[in-house]
């Protein structure tokens, strides 16, 4: 059977995954069962991701799991930023952890409400992934054109009561 380009393409991609890292996908076991199956590779680790997540959906639901995509990759790449020389990112990283509290209070406050939102905990999700992603870093635009204005005049005002 022959698959449509694009999903040879995306087969190749994956496979290129699996292989630039190799300990954490478990490339050579999953050699070993292409080779006993003569299945690519890429159907069991594509199998097991799904696995994986229907099995966080069933322990926690859509809450856990709109709670670890905005959690992990962001956490990763922070302790990634730590180590790096370039300010840039340790930037992105401050204010996206800075939104991500801010919502998370009014999450909180919030929570009665939460319920009537159809398909909340996916639009949740949509929205963190929003914020961190390299192509839109929607924290910056989140920060300078929302929290950074309404915060700002109350911030000099804490600091002379401090000092």
Sequence with gaps: MTLPPAIEKAIDKTDAFL??????TQYEKLKEIEEKTGQPKVYFFIAFCLLLCGFVFLIGG??????LVSFIYPAYMSFKAIDTANPTDDKQWLTYWVVFGFTSIIESCASFIIGWIPFYFFL???????LYHPNFLGAGIIYTQALRPILLPYLGKVEKKTS
């Design 62 to 67: 859509a809450k856990l799991a709109s709670d």
């Design 124 to 130: 949740k999700i949509a929205f963190f992934v929003w």
């Design 19 to 24: 292989a630039k890292y190799p300990n954490l």
